[in-house]
Each structure stands twice: as C-alpha cells, then as structure tokens.
C-alpha cells in the first residue's frame, strides 16, 4: 500500500470504528446465522491476483459483519463480558502499527519498561502486597497453567523439567466443583493427569467446603498420592462464588502445597478497597491471576499474572541459546523467560492508555456502579413473584430462575422452562444471556460490565426477561 493510500484509507477506518461505537445497538447482538453460511460466501480457495480494498471492505461489511456477536452491544449481558475502550483500541491500533515483537528488553526496551510499571500499578490497585511482581500473559489459561508447572518445578527441584515425570509419585491438584474448565486444561497439559485433579464440594453458597478439602488431603496422604497444588477461586464462573482463601491460604501451609488464585473475573473488583476484606488470604498466594480484559475496559488479551517468587517462574522456563542471548540480561526483565510464548505482543500500551485515561477513580466508578446495577438486579427479582435468585449477589452478576406455579413442584419441568426463557431471550437479537447448573438447578446468568453499561441497560433487560416469562408461562 502506498503511503497516499494509508493516508487515506487510515480515515476512512477511523470513521468505521467511530460508527460501530456509535451505533452498535442498532445491531442484532446474537447474529442470526447457521452453522456454515458465512463459510459458504468465502471461496474455497486462496486470491491469487491482487483484489481491491474497496472489495475487500465490501465483503467485510457484508460477509463478516452479519456473523459477528457483538460483545459491547448494551444487550451483551452473557458468559462474562470481554472488555473495550476507546482508549485501548487507539492504543492497539499504535501496538499493530508498531509492530514490535517484545520477546526481551532488548527488543523494545520501551515495551519492557511500561509492563513492568504498569503490572506494578495494577499490584497496588488491587492491594496485593508488595512482594507480588506482575507479568502479562495472554489468559487465565496460560496464567494458572504457569502457575501449576511452577509448583511441580518447586515440587520436584526441577526434575520434572529434566526428566519427566518418570518415577514421581502421583501429585494432586485440589480445587472446588465449581472450579473453571481452565483448570482441568492445564492439569492435563502439566501432564499431572485430571483424575488428580481433586475436585471438592461446596457449601450452600458454592465456595469450597474446606473440612472435605482436609480430609480430601488427609485422604490422599494416607493412600500414597503427593498432595502439590490447591487452587482458590475469586469469583467462580458460574456464581462468582468466593472460596475463603484465608482457610485455603492455612490449608496450603499445612500441606506444603503451591497456593494459585482464580481471580479472572472478579479479581478486578479489588479495585474497590470496599471489596478487598472478601479476599483475606490473598496476600498469602503464592500466584493470583485477574484478567483487565475482562472487566477494567482494557482489549483482549490482557491476563495480569502476580508472582511472588519470580526467580522460581524464570527457572521454569528460562532456556537461553545463543541467539537469544543480550549484553542486558542481568539488568532487565526477559518476559519470555515469564511464560509459554517466546514472541510477545506489546499489550501494555493499552493497558497504560486505559489506566491513565480513567485513573483508578475512573475505573473505580464504573465497576462500583456495575455492582450496584446488578445488585439493584437481584432485589427487582427478589421482590418479584415466582423469581428466585439462586447464589449470592456480592457483585455484577446474578443467576436466577423463575418457578411457573403451576410446575414449580416439578424439578425437571422447572428446569426445560428456564432453557426455553433463555432460548427464547437470545433469539429476541436484544438481550444475550448464558445458562448454568447449580446443583441440580438450571439457573440463567445475567452480568453487565461493559465500559459503558448503564442502569437503563439493565431495566430494558429486565422487562424483556418479565415478558418472555409471561408469553411462556404455562396457563392451563
Ligand atoms: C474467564 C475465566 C477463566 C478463563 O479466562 P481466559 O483468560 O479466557 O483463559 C478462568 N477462570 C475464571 C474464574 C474465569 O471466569
């Protein structure tokens, strides 16, 4: 492309991105397509001549666009959101045209220098105590999966590592029921094997029932197994559950066990001093993990990981050939030695726009007030005839269900109600919403956390759900 060119096209992409900010409710947020139709207008084959742009937008516009599921329509109220801004896309728009890989310092000193400020910003946003250092990964995933290879390395004194796991007695992983699937991932990918994935139950407000956790420990002991890890979840996906991780933190202690932190979601909340108390106990984790894409309105992927031993993570995955090495290493921070990849994307820049476009007041506002919507939520359809709120409403989400009275005695029939409430509100193109189990519960999850969420996003989704419950609800 010549440079006439970028000029002019740059514009042009400018005003697309300004339209789809603006007018990004006057899509559908759920596209309405099946499987294979976008497929099915894209060639089988690869362009062999040059195309122009003007076709090349054309066909985004008409191909692509109809397949997106636009996850900053106000209507977005599914899984949990996945967080945009102005600020981090102009910053990701200057990260792409930089081009820089960042693998070490010496390949973008810069890059380097503002991750290592900003994690350490982050550190004192949530109040993490000062021995915790920060790197960024690209998720959740990657980030408790490093966690979990850095307890098997400290385990075995880096056998494992150089051997394999030969020899070793089965290690255990411990985490409650409700615990993310990213966590059966990265045990089976730290080749520790899922059926050592002990998985705990839980009290009535779905954290993790530590009695069962100790004689689950016990247990193991007595029957052979090395208990290794115990994962503490902050927020759990289903119900934003909260395991208590001052017992957990004891537990570790007790056991020698390496002790990680799923905080991915509700982590960012740490923000509020007024949250902090729930998380008692952190401050003793040996590794938390938060993600400000999800929910501190910073562009995926941003999984900010906090280490306290960061000689144990870089002995982990350090391997230095010749080619990689620099006269600076011993003054700087080489993130590949900090996780999976060896190339890296520049993704603290975003974070550094987001951070000092709203400063912590900012961001302290806009999460503060989502958890005041989703409570002001949950009180709407406490006081509402028929609804039930199925697990604790500490911040932005809420799960519930309805009981049609004439079925409500019925568990199963209650169940297949809820499916087809949500089947039906996803199909409207104006409100997306997710289910869950609870139990045996069929419950319907609601959460808002947008950059811009308002309180009048949440009153609309609440009337579509009150009118989709009374075309549906069973008469006679
Ligand atoms: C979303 C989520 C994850 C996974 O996050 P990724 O960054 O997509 O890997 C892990 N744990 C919890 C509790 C989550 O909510």
Redesign the pocket.
């Known amino acids: 492309m010549d440079n006439s060119l970028i000029r002019e096209k740059a514009h042009e992409m400018a005003e697309w991105m300004a339209d789809y900010f603006e007018n990004i409710d006057q899509y559908r947020v759920l596209p309405d397509v099946q499987p294979s139709d976008i497929k099915r207008q894209l060639p089988s084959e690869p362009p062999q001549h040059p195309e122009i742009w003007e076709t090349i937008m054309k066909d985004f516009n008409d191909i692509i666009m109809p397949g997106i599921t636009h996850w900053q329509h106000p209507g977005f109220m599914a899984?949990?959101p996945a967080s945009r801004s102005a600020p981090s896309v102009f910053a990701e728009t200057l990260t792409a045209t930089l081009g820089a890989q960042c693998m070490v310092w010496y390949t973008s000193p810069a890059a380097e220098e503002l991750e290592d400020r900003t994690m350490e910003w982050l550190r004192q946003m949530i109040g993490l105590p000062k021995d915790f250092t920060g790197v960024i990964q690209?998720?959740?995933?990657?980030?408790?999966l490093i966690a979990l290879l850095m307890a098997r390395e400290k385990k075995t004194d880096f056998d494992v590592n150089k051997k394999g796991l030969y020899g070793q007695p089965p290690f255990r992983v411990y985490a409650s029921e409700q615990?993310?699937s990213?966590?059966n991932k990265a045990v089976r990918i730290a080749g520790l094997g899922e059926d050592h994935l002990v998985l705990i139950p839980c009290l009535d407000d779905f954290a993790i029932d530590t009695v069962a956790l100790r004689a689950a420990i016990e247990a193991d002991l007595r029957n052979g197994f090395q208990p290794l890890a115990l994962i503490g979840?902050f927020?759990?996906?289903s119900s934003a559950a909260l395991d208590n991780l001052e017992e957990l933190a004891q537990i570790a202690g007790d056991y020698q066990l390496f002790f990680h932190v799923?905080?991915?979601?509700?982590g960012n909340a740490l923000v509020l001093p007024e949250i902090r108390e729930l998380a008692n106990g952190i401050e003793r984790a040996d590794s938390v993990?938060f993600?400000p894409?999800?929910w501190m309105f910073t562009n995926f992927?941003c999984?900010a990981f906090f280490v306290k031993d960061t000689h144990l993570l870089t002995q982990v995955f350090s391997i230095t050939p010749a080619y990689l090495k620099t006269p600076q290493d011993l003054l700087v921070h080489n993130y590949r030695d900090w996780g999976i990849q060896l190339g890296r994307r520049f993704r603290a820049l975003k974070l550094w726009f987001v951070l000092r476009y709203y400063g912590v007041k900012g961001i302290q506002e806009k999460i503060s007030n989502h958890i005041e919507y989703g409570k002001w939520l949950a009180a709407e359809m406490r006081q509402t005839e028929g609804y039930e709120v199925v697990a604790p409403v500490l911040f932005n989400l809420v799960c519930f269900r309805y009981l049609p009275s004439k079925i409500k005695g019925n568990a199963e029939a209650v169940n297949a109600f809820n499916q087809e409430v949500l089947r039906k509100i996803n199909e409207s193109g104006d409100l997306f919403l997710t289910g869950t189990t609870l139990g045996d519960q069929y419950v319907i999850r609601i959460v808002a956390g947008q950059t811009d969420t308002k309180k009048e996003d949440l009153e609309k989704a609440w009337k579509l759900i009150k009118k989709t419950v009374n075309q549906l609800e069973p008469t006679d």
Not at 138 to 144: G, I, K, L, Q, V
Not at 262 to 266: E, L, N, P, S
């Open positions: 899984y949990f690209e998720t959740a995933s990657a980030s408790t615990i993310h990213s966590i979840a927020g759990t996906t799923d905080a991915a979601y509700c993990v993600n894409h999800k992927d999984s």
